[in-house]
């Protein structure tokens, strides 16, 4: 779980710095309970593969600041879904 800020931060104790990686995303916006996140990873991965957009490896969740209205209909919910993609053979890095 992470929260995300402006400028980098030290850390203390189990909090720790840290940065999303740079490059090109796969990404999606999941409406739903967080137990149903899986269906989010999956369409990312399958759209990639049906479109030649391999893999870098990492992926992570963006989670929406919570709602009271979200208490009572978890379809609401947001969380995106993202994946980095391996860059181009031929680009720079």
């Not at 999303?20 to 989010?40: F, I, K, S």
């Not at 209909?73 to 993609?85: A, F, H, R, S, W």
Request: overall charge negative; hydrophobic content about 30%; glycine content about 12%.
């Amino acid at each position: 779980m992470g929260v995300e800020v402006d400028s980098p931060i030290p850390g203390y104790g189990e909090v720790v710095g840290s940065a999303t990686p740079d490059g090109e995303v796969a990404t999606v916006m999941h409406l739903g309970p967080y137990d149903r996140l899986h269906e989010a990873h999956g369409a990312i991965t399958r759209w990639c593969s049906d479109h030649g957009h391999p893999l870098a490896g990492p992926n992570w969740e963006i989670y929406g600041h919570w709602r009271d209205e979200w208490n009572n209909d978890p379809g609401k919910i947001e969380t995106q879904v993202c994946y980095l993609l391996k860059r181009d053979a031929g680009s720079a890095d």
